[in-house]
């Protein structure tokens, strides 16, 4: 066989195999693009998707921290205090003195927290409003008022290293026969 007839038959094979590796290579770049414009496409979606996941958190811990206010404030409300006064008048042949005795007591809703705290306060014929400016400045559990501090010793004649001021005053159980006699 003659080398052009041996070129001849050769040729389209050659011309083929080139075909398909041109095609090969031209479809391989086409999905090389493919997926970089889906690996593209992927990163934008997470990052959306972390962006609505931290957003999302965000406004969970938000709303646990409002409950919780929320909660706090109810509860604090249910505390309440009860406050009664009245007065003494303390008798001795020499002496004669009256004083006011305020007594408080801490409530959650209907139960009693603390026993009764009583102070004793003595006082001079004063007006109405000095009384109860005075019941409110030895007051241990109003909002308002110092807890038995300077204003309540200076009242009571004594200097404030004296007394302990953190801790309640036991009160005494009064019997019947005390009782009555403080109540005429």
């Known amino acids: 066989m003659p080398l052009d007839a041996m070129l001849w038959m050769l040729l389209p094979a050659i011309v083929a195999a080139g075909s398909s590796l041109l095609t090969f290579y031209i479809m391989q770049a086409r999905m090389d693009v493919a997926i ?5 496409t992927i990163a934008e979606v997470r990052g959306e998707v972390r962006t609505w ?12 921290e409002e409950t919780r206010r929320k909660a706090l404030d109810d509860f604090m409300q249910d505390f ?9 008048e303390n008798r001795t042949e020499e002496t004669s003195s009256r004083s006011m005795v305020l007594q408080e007591r801490l409530y959650f809703r209907n139960l009693p927290l603390s026993n009764w705290v009583e102070h004793e306060m003595v006082v001079e014929e004063s007006a109405t409003g000095d009384l109860e400016r005075l ?3 030895v007051s241990i559990f109003s909002t308002n008022s110092k807890s038995l501090g300077e204003t309540g010793l200076r009242e009571q004649g004594l200097p404030p290293n004296l007394v302990d001021t953190t801790r309640p005053v036991a009160v005494p159980a009064l019997n019947r026969a005390e009782a009555f006699d403080l109540a005429s």
């Open 53 to 64: 996941k931290n957003t999302i958190e965000e406004r969970v811990k938000a709303a646990e």
């Open 80 to 88: 309440r205090v009860d406050e009664r006064h009245y007065f003494r």
């Open 135 to 137: 019941a409110r400045g």
């Open 36 to 40: 970089a414009h889906e690996r593209e």
